[in-house]
């Protein structure tokens, strides 16, 4: 069955303020272009996975460092083996971490994985192959030896000096093991941000207050904290604010005094309560833009504060602050750690959609396998921006273009999915 990923539009179109009304690519240019890089700070590797490098990470050594031994076993010289030798005098032990040491001609060294190969050896014979008794060890019949086998060459994954991590990349478990390996006890890391969300509207209480018939659970802020939590920024406290210009002057001025990001939620569209942009504006926070040509979300506002703090205002209804949330707020903050932009992502639409109002929509969806293996978006109807329950059972949202309106089965999407981590 097709679906209607709504019909009306709220607000004003781009018809009656065309210059109030930017489109989602200039939404999120001008967004990044207007975000500052994050301060770099240096910390411990133990308490960096998670953390964006802002240097780049090079070898300390060959790797391997010396001709590494890959099997269990002996360590001959071939060309002992080419002449017809079977029987080889144990001259002694090397163990990993053991100094190298130097074969004799016409004797083996039991050797270990890991140890360095002894000098005068070119060739690992692995213990299954050969038994040892009388102090010789001696080959299986028939075994066949090749020169240089088992050994993993010095220098062969890389050499000193190579770059094993780019600055930029968000620091992995495998990551860390890197960064060990090159020896480092502390790294450079873009300082994470101090981010501030705050809640506004008389109609919002948190849980475990009691609420009347009137109000509303108050849900968007702590959302906003799990997603940006989700995404390694944990220094994130959230507000909630009545609509009351003077208080919220007062506290969103504190709040831009202590952090380097501020995300709002409600109070940014053309009703009588909705204070925020001029707030903001009297606060010195330089409006970048106010609305974008998209639904969800179109009255988003985003400015830049006195001391470079970035402003996300972002409409008050669930599925519009998570939507807005996803496409602006985390792009800007990975950009302003020093992450480069992610490849995108794409999925081929499961059904037939249709979307009519000249704007852009993020249409959630579930992710589903197609016959061929193929990723396919399954669209999940959230009746209005409100509805925000269904939500949980999306994995993100697919961009339907402004310049269509019918989206027919198998059209192939960008896809945002709610995690932007792999
Ligand atoms: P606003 O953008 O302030 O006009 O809010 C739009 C709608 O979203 C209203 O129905 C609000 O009650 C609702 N809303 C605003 N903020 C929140 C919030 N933090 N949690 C849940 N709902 C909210
Ligand atoms: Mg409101």
Redesign the pocket.
Known sequence: MPVSAGTSVTGQSPGNRPDAVISVSEAREAILAAMPAFDIETIPVGSAGGRVLRQAVVAERDQPPFDRVMMDGIAIAFGDFAAGKRRFPVQSTQAAGDEQQVLEPGKCIEIMTGASLPRGADCVVPVERITVAGGDARLEDGYVAEANQFIHPRGSDHGLGAELLAAGKRISPMDIAIIHSAGLTDIDVSRSPTIRTI???N??VPAGAPIEPHQ??????PAVVALLRQHGYTDCEHD?LV?EPQLLEERIAAHLAAADVLVL?????M?K??YVPQVLGKLGVDVVFHKISQRPGK?MWFGMGPQGQAVFAL????V??LVCARQYVLPALARSAGEPDPLPEFAALAQDVSFNPSLTCFLPARLVSGTGGQVLAMPVATNTS?DFTALSATDGCVELPLEESQFPAGTVLQLHRWSMRA
């Open positions: 809640s506004t509207g109609e919002l509303v659970r108050m849900s968007n802020g909630h609509d939620s409600g109070g940014v569209s009703g309560a909705d009255p409409p008050g209804n669930p519009s602050t409100g």
